[in-house]
């Protein structure tokens, strides 16, 4: 009798794990574009190249289950209270139960505002290239041989666009979100901002996806953008991000403030509100068809404007009035590359997309101390910018 019941016991439970898994492969809503269908390369040419992708963080209805793929191959763990050694033994790093129930408890914060910040680091662009950025972030002394944060109560900012295009974001993202957590231990603080291929991405939009993360995902049974959905915990984090930061008398913002933007009344508060509220994740027909949302996700919206850089070119008088109307002195944006960190107007304005995403060698990162900007290079020289 107590074999029978035994095998019955292993039975159930192996129809409930069975059970549990499917329930997070999900189709796409009615409601959604599938743009995937159009954007999925071929991906028979990959040959005898093996993808390595993960570790993906899954949480339905109080379950969490870890998804990763191993040389072509999905593998899946159903995790047990918090025993989530799975992540330490095929990762390398620790995972702590409570970072997610800081995700599950966390308040949004649109205000965005933070002052007397003596030390910061800033960065931006990453694509998916994370061995320059743990180039720049060791050189310069925010992170340890470990990978460990160790800026004390300095504040890490990320200007978005840390998704698509190279083929380590998945490493990119565990990295910048462990320190995160590591920083606040330290009174420090990282800031990542949303860039606009967060946005595509989080939106359904794999155009700029790496071929690698296509196959990644067809292994896992699903679309890249589900990865990153409301029941994953990088969709969790990356959803509570802010779009513009107001640190000291400096305002970031991935691409940039156009005087279009401020002539319509928008504020911080309330553009980062709109973003969390009405366009991450949304339908583009619903955002499109409301004069404010399409003017956030046009070209002189904060995450797709270049207008400082190319024409027509913002007049001067005009930076003047973006910064009274802030109340700040300085805007320091991303999204436009060029082959190091420059300045316009003084140091009004700065861009610090130094072309990391194209997949070379080289990158920079801004350093602010004793109220002074400096280009941090990937040898770890300090160069005053003006």
Do not use: C
Not at 130 to 142: P, T
Not at 145 to 153: I, L, Q
Not at 186 to 214: A, F, P, Q, T, W
Not at 340 to 350: D, M, P, R
């Amino acid at each position: 009798m107590k074999l029978i019941i035994k095998k019955i016991s292993i039975y159930i439970f192996g129809l409930l794990f069975i059970w549990i898994n499917l329930s997070f492969i999900n189709p796409l809503n009615e409601n959604e574009e599938d743009l995937n269908n159009n954007e999925s390369p071929d991906v028979s040419y990959f040959g005898k190249e093996n993808i390595t992708d993960g570790p993906y963080i899954f949480i339905k209805n109080n379950v969490k289950v870890v998804k990763w793929i191993s040389k072509d191959r999905l593998k899946q763990k159903l995790i047990l209270g918090d025993n989530y050694k799975v992540i330490k033994r095929n990762f390398g790093f620790d995972f702590q139960p409570e970072w997610i129930d800081y995700l599950e408890e966390s308040e949004p914060d649109y205000e965005q505002r933070y002052e007397n910040i003596e030390n910061f680091i800033a960065v931006t662009d990453i694509h998916g290239r994370y061995d320059v950025l743990v180039k720049l972030l060791s050189k310069h002394n925010v992170i340890d041989k470990d990978f460990n944060w160790s800026y004390g109560d300095g504040h890490l900012i990320v200007l978005g666009d840390i998704l698509d295009r190279g083929p380590q974001v998945t490493e990119s993202l565990w990295l910048i979100f462990r320190l995160e957590q590591q920083a606040k231990l330290h009174g420090g603080k990282v800031h990542v901002l949303l860039g606009n291929h967060e946005l595509m991405v989080l939106n359904n939009d794999s155009r700029y996806v790496h071929e690698k993360y296509i196959k990644s995902s067809q292994l896992m049974f699903t679309t890249y953008s589900k990865l990153f959905n409301e029941e994953t915990l990088f969709g969790k984090w990356l959803k509570q991000k802010p779009v513009i930061v107001t640190i000291n008398d400096i305002i970031f913002v991935h691409a940039g403030i156009s005087t279009d933007f401020i002539k319509q009344g928008f504020t911080r508060t309330k553009t980062n509100k709109l973003f969390a509220e009405n366009i991450i994740g949304k339908n583009w027909n619903k955002i499109l068809a409301d004069s404010s949302l399409s003017f956030m996700m046009d070209e002189k919206g904060p995450l797709w404007y270049r207008g400082y850089w190319k024409n027509p070119v913002i007049m001067e008088y005009q930076v003047d009035h973006l910064l009274r109307y802030f109340k700040v002195n300085h805007i320091i944006v991303g999204h436009t590359s060029f082959p190091n960190i420059v300045s316009l107007y003084g140091g009004k304005i700065f861009g610090i997309d130094s072309n990391i995403k194209h997949g070379g060698e080289y990158g920079e990162l801004l350093i602010y101390k004793n109220q002074l900007f400096y280009r941090g290079t990937i040898d770890g020289s300090v160069k005053k910018l003006e």
